[in-house]
């Protein structure tokens, strides 16, 4: 049967689950109304990431194993509007251990001018940049986007537009900021080049993409409920492959770094404690401090708990806050 072209709202939660709704659904609203609960939050799961994308775009799906998979949006599970979906590891033909680290929608893998690339960075410091195009041949059971070295495994993978800078942080708090043209193309079989010169048993907690001129911040989380934000500006640009500079002063009062994202004051953050527990926080409230400092405390923290996973989102001013209510149980 022919697909028909229909707007779809994607929605994948932080536990794995996705789905998709027209988004005729989600009726537009003046500013200040209660907005339309897109999800109902399930124990301690909620909405990570939104995309808008056609029936016929592609959704690429990279897992921790170095593996692609593809999936049109038409074949993403169609649900009510406040349920959660179907979980990813169900949807496509995952190994034991398997799990997606990264999802990127497509909308034409035909770039004319060829500027459109896929960098893939692994927990220890390889980063491979591989043209848009060479993932136009989709196979059901996945096909290989990089090669992986023993032990070391896929944490992200980001669309790069040409003229990006890549940032990578690690557990020790070091970080590196690069210019994409730092890393040539490369075939989906190379296992990729040295990004971030890791020093004994340190190893690459998050990478993100950050225009030349961002004017954005970077948000730090550690393990012990720790975070700040800096100017992306204070991360200036410097050769790929080398040992970096201190994104934050670790300690034993904050702890390891457990994740970095870049951020505006339209964002709130979510913190998942190794108990369960969960808090999010509007990003308006922490205010940008330089790059060497310990942070503040964004979670108070009972003994021998530790913050395990963070995310953030952008605040829709239309949200029903109401239904944010479990997120602190």
Known sequence: DLIAPEDMAVTVTHSGYIKRNPVSLYRSQHRGGKGVKGVTNIEEDFVSDLYVASTLDTFLFFTNYGKVFWRKVYQLPLVGRTARGKAIVNLLELTEGEKVAAILPVTDFEDEQDTKTIMMV??????????????????????????????????????????????????????????????????????????????????????NVLREDSIKTVLVVTANGYGKRSQAGDYRIQRRGGKGIMAIKKSDRNGDVIGAKVVDDNYEVI????????????????????????????????????VVGMDVVEVDPNEDQDSDEPLDE
């Open 122 to 207: 692994t927990k220890y410091g390889r980063v491979k940049k591989t043209s848009l195009k060479e993932f136009n041949r989709p196979l059901r059971k996945g096909k290989r986007a990089l090669t992986i070295n023993e032990g070391d495994e896929i944490i992200t993978a980001h669309m790069l537009r040409g003229n990006d800078t890549v940032f990578m942080i690690s557990r020790d708090g070091m970080s590196i900021r690069f210019h994409e043209s730092d890393v040539r193309p490369m075939g989906r079989i190379a296992a990729g080049v040295r990004g971030i010169n890791l020093k004994g048993d340190d190893f690459v907690v998050g990478a």
């Open 271 to 306: 913190l998942i404690a190794d108990s369960g527990k969960m808090i999010r926080m509007p990003l308006d409230t922490v205010r940008v401090i330089g790059r060497t400092t310990q942070g503040v405390r964004l979670i108070n923290l009972e003994e021998n708990e530790g």
